[in-house]
């Protein structure tokens, strides 16, 4: 695995994949927090137009060139992984790939790195963050 907390440090814009609208969703909490820490967040839900009242994206796909995604963060299931990955490798300029608490799939993860793309599965942003930027 990639040094977690240094990939955190050197992104500023983190698509966050199966963002919910649901306040309650792990999804939504880790995304409001990475807002609230100062990071770009761009929200990708198929199902949805506008999350934390920022535009939504159906998939890393559709989000426009012009709009920086510097680390993919992914709140799916481990077996849905590997298109999303695909996309990121597809987009470029993508500098790492999350996969959240739970999501492993190490195929996707090759790839990534294959790409050039640091990988990190099976941790949470939000939490990396407090404890190893915040020192909490």
Not at 81 to 86: A, H, L, Q, S, Y
């Amino acid at each position: 695995m990639d040094d977690p907390a240094a990939l955190l440090r050197s992104v500023t814009t983190i698509a966050v994949v199966g963002c919910s609208p649901k306040a309650a969703r792990p999804s939504h909490q880790v995304a409001r927090y990475l807002i609230d820490h100062g990071y770009r967040v761009v929200p990708v839900n198929p199902g949805q137009s506008e999350l934390l009242g920022l535009v939504c994206y159906p998939s890393i796909a559709a989000i426009p060139a012009e709009v920086t995604v510097e680390l993919v963060d992914i709140f799916r299931r481990s077996d849905q992984v590997g298109p999303i990955v695909d996309e990121a490798i597809a987009r470029g300029g993508v500098r790492g790939i999350w996969m959240q608490e739970g999501v492993v799939n190490e195929a996707a993860a090759t790839r990534a790195r294959a790409a050039g793309i640091a990988v990190v599965m099976d941790r949470c942003t939000k939490k990396v963050h407090a404890a190893e930027l915040m020192g909490r």
